[in-house]
């Protein structure tokens, strides 16, 4: 790398880089905008999409290209985020230092957050569980946990990055990434989670593992984004593919998917939501719209009772956090049951619905003081509770336009948190 020759800067001439490069990066981001916006479309076709809707991504796209100040920040986050995507290697499940039972490093491997070594035992085994306690040692390199997370948060800013930016650096990145983790046999983790969230002394996996891949749901249109660009092939597009749909049939045939779908909490939906993404990602129509008819019979009725609350994650030790956390899967299933013709977002029997587990939310939003125990009290403080809401609010907001309440409770969260990449997907209208 060729060394650039050193600038003496005074203090006033740091303080105006400092202010001036962002703003000048912003200005021409916006006359970049403005130019796609005219000119052809940067998004595949509105088959190609999933969770995302084209919509909604050409609407945050608008906002952006008029300087909406709502939107603003969102973007400013997404490219600092997406510019450090680019600087990371790949990722793969080989790079763990620790094994799963099979010895196979290609298995995807974690072990449960919440357990710990027993004191009482001078091997630490059995583990323990502390509920709401989060054992550092189940994110450390040795897992694939965190590896998963990160490698799906990249692929989804990068993809972001390049359709509003026309970049295609970003949309190459995210293909990198993509084959690294997909299909380069020696990277390419194997598709199943077999050995998620393992005990040690206990099991060697357990089907509430299955939670650890709902981030893969937001990875199948982050490739429809950048399928333009032939950052992948369509060969390799299709090999993606053929991964979710045998993934999918793991899912459905193994003990841990049996296991996982029949949970009653945040679990059982976001098993659900795998299920129905990944079905119509590998054009399984029959498997989505079984899915969603046990979403409108067992979940929606199961999990929220007549006030909208979601009884078994009140129980929780971080009641806040995983009260929204259960409610993001009902927004997907509910995006789902649009692309279906299941009216997912209308369903309610007795008062027990989406809309109605929004309402309780909404409730908590810049208003009545949050009522429940907390483990950590930061979570249920007004910042606390704000944060987790931002999500829901937004696909409130998308869902049910006739209750203005979700709409000025998005807003209020966009004017006090900016930032958020959730405001470029879920634009309000």
């Given at each position: 790398?060729?060394?650039?020759?050193?600038?003496v800067?005074?203090?006033?001439?740091?303080?105006?880089?400092a202010?001036?490069?962002?703003?000048?990066?912003?200005?021409?981001?916006?006359?970049?905008?403005?130019?796609?916006?005219?000119?052809?479309?940067?998004?595949?076709s509105?088959?190609?999409?999933?969770?995302?809707?084209?919509?909604?991504?050409?609407?945050?796209?608008?906002?952006?290209?008029?300087?909406?100040?709502?939107?603003?920040?969102?973007?400013?986050?997404?490219?600092?985020?997406?510019?450090?995507a680019?600087?990371?290697?790949?990722?793969?499940?080989?790079?763990?230092?620790?094994?799963?039972a099979?010895?196979?490093?290609?298995?995807?491997?974690?072990?449960?957050p919440?357990?710990?070594?027993?004191?009482?035992?001078?091997?630490?085994?059995?583990?323990?569980?502390?509920?709401?306690?989060?054992?550092?040692?189940?994110?450390?390199?040795?897992?694939?946990?965190?590896?998963?997370?990160?490698?799906?948060?990249?692929?989804?800013?990068?993809?972001?990055?390049?359709?509003?930016?026309?970049?295609?650096?970003?949309?190459?990145?995210?293909?990198?990434?993509?084959?690294?983790?997909?299909?380069?046999?020696?990277?390419?983790?194997?598709?199943?989670?077999?050995?998620?969230?393992?005990?040690?002394?206990?099991?060697?996996?357990?089907?509430?593992?299955?939670?650890?891949?709902?981030?893969?749901?937001?990875?199948?249109?982050?490739?429809?984004?950048?399928?333009?660009?032939?950052?992948?092939?369509?060969?390799?597009?299709?090999?993606?593919?053929?991964?979710?749909?045998t993934?999918?049939?793991?899912?459905?045939?193994?003990?841990?998917?049996?296991?996982?779908?029949?949970?009653?909490?945040?679990h059982?939906?976001?098993?659900?939501?795998?299920?129905?993404?990944?079905a119509?990602?590998?054009?399984?129509?029959?498997?989505?719209?079984?899915?969603?008819?046990?979403?409108?019979?067992?979940?929606?009725?199961?999990?929220?009772?007549?006030?909208?609350?979601?009884?078994?994650?009140?129980?929780r030790?971080?009641?806040?956090?995983?009260?929204?956390?259960?409610?993001?899967?009902?927004?997907?299933?509910?995006?789902?049951?649009?692309?279906?013709?299941?009216?997912?977002?209308?369903?309610?029997?007795?008062?027990?619905?989406?809309?109605?587990?929004?309402?309780?939310?909404?409730?908590?939003?810049?208003?009545?003081k949050?009522?429940?125990?907390?483990?950590?009290?930061?979570?249920?403080?007004?910042?606390?509770?704000?944060?987790?809401?931002?999500?829901?609010?937004?696909?409130?907001?998308?869902?049910?336009?006739?209750?203005?309440?979700?709409?000025?409770?998005?807003?209020?969260?966009?004017?006090?948190?900016?930032?958020?990449?959730?405001?470029?997907?879920?634009?309000?209208?």
């Open positions: 790398m060729n060394e650039q020759p050193k600038q800067r005074t203090a006033e001439t740091h303080g105006q880089r202010r001036g490069v962002p703003m000048l990066r912003s200005l021409w981001h916006a006359t970049v905008l403005a130019a796609v916006l005219c000119g052809p479309a940067l998004a595949a509105p088959s190609q999409f999933y969770t995302y809707d084209p919509a909604d991504l050409a609407l945050a796209k608008q906002k952006l290209a008029a300087r909406d100040p709502l939107y603003q920040p969102s973007y400013d986050s997404l490219l600092k985020e997406a510019d450090a680019l600087t990371h290697r790949r990722y793969s499940v080989v790079d763990k230092t620790l094994s799963p099979s010895g196979n490093k290609h298995d995807f491997f974690s072990f449960g919440y357990w710990w070594p027993d004191p009482a035992k001078k091997d630490g085994l059995p583990y323990i569980r502390k509920d709401g306690l989060h054992n550092p040692a189940a994110s450390t390199e040795g897992t694939d946990s965190q590896r998963i997370g990160r490698f799906a948060h990249d692929v989804k800013v990068l993809a972001l990055a390049w359709y509003f930016t026309g970049e295609r650096k970003y949309a190459v990145k995210a293909g990198e990434l993509a084959r690294a983790w997909f299909l380069a046999s020696e990277t390419r983790m194997n598709p199943n989670l077999d050995y998620g969230q393992a005990i040690p002394g206990r099991v060697d996996g357990r089907g509430i593992g299955i939670i650890t891949s709902r981030v893969l749901i937001d990875v199948m249109d982050s490739l429809a984004l950048i399928q333009p660009t032939d950052a992948l092939s369509d060969a390799e597009n299709e090999a993606v593919r053929g991964w979710y749909r993934y999918l049939d793991w899912l459905l045939n193994s003990r841990h998917g049996f296991e996982e779908g029949n949970a009653h909490n945040n059982g939906t976001f098993y659900s939501a795998q299920v129905v993404a990944f119509l990602y590998t054009n399984r129509q029959d498997v989505a719209t079984r899915e969603l008819d046990i979403t409108k019979i067992r979940r929606i009725a199961g999990q929220i009772d007549r006030e909208g609350k979601l009884i078994a994650e009140l129980e030790t971080r009641p806040a956090g995983y009260t929204n956390f259960a409610l993001e899967a009902f927004g997907y299933l509910g995006r789902y049951g649009e692309l279906t013709g299941q009216k997912v977002w209308e369903h309610g029997e007795d008062a027990h619905s989406i809309a109605q587990g929004y309402r309780f939310v909404a409730r908590y939003v810049n208003g009545e949050w009522p429940y125990q907390e483990i950590d009290p930061k979570e249920g403080s007004p910042d606390g509770f704000n944060k987790h809401a931002m999500q829901n609010m937004l696909a409130a907001a998308r869902a049910y336009k006739g209750e203005r309440v979700f709409a000025e409770k998005a807003r209020w969260l966009l004017e006090h948190y900016p930032g958020q990449l959730d405001a470029l997907i879920l634009p309000l209208k």
